[in-house]
């Protein structure tokens, strides 16, 4: 009886002190770095992604590159990074490059109008597929 006691006032002090605590602290606004990360996992978990196919998806949301890891087909994911990474020279590593440069370059534009969220994502939509010419910078 006198263990029940003392482990329910353990318990009651504990949960007291760290509400004070919680109400002592004030809340730290999340960093750029973490708003993203926050916003890719969001997408990812959305998406239904896991495993490699949510490590990729990850990698490339936080690159800042186009949020694209299709769940139903990860062979096509990894086929899309290989042509960036292999030596071998021609017309898909032309493409990949052209497409690199266009994704830079929208983004640079998205960042510089401080364009966030569905804004953002509809922004780079449109810019990516060419419909707005992006400026070089």
Known sequence: MKFAVTSLAFVLAAAVGSAFAADATPAKPMTAQQSKMS???KD???K???GPEYK???STCLKGGEAAAPAAAPAAATAAT???TSPVAGPTAKAN?????KMKSCNTQATGKKLKGAD???FMST???GDAAPAAH
Do not use: N, V, Y
């Open 39 to 41: 916003t890719c996992s």
């Open 44 to 46: 990812a978990h959305a």
């Open 48 to 50: 239904g992604l896991k």
């Open 56 to 58: 990729s998806f990850m």
């Open 82 to 84: 290989a042509p960036a």
């Open 97 to 101: 490059t052209a497409q690199r440069q």
């Open 120 to 122: 953002r994502k509809a």
């Open 127 to 129: 810019c990516l597929k």
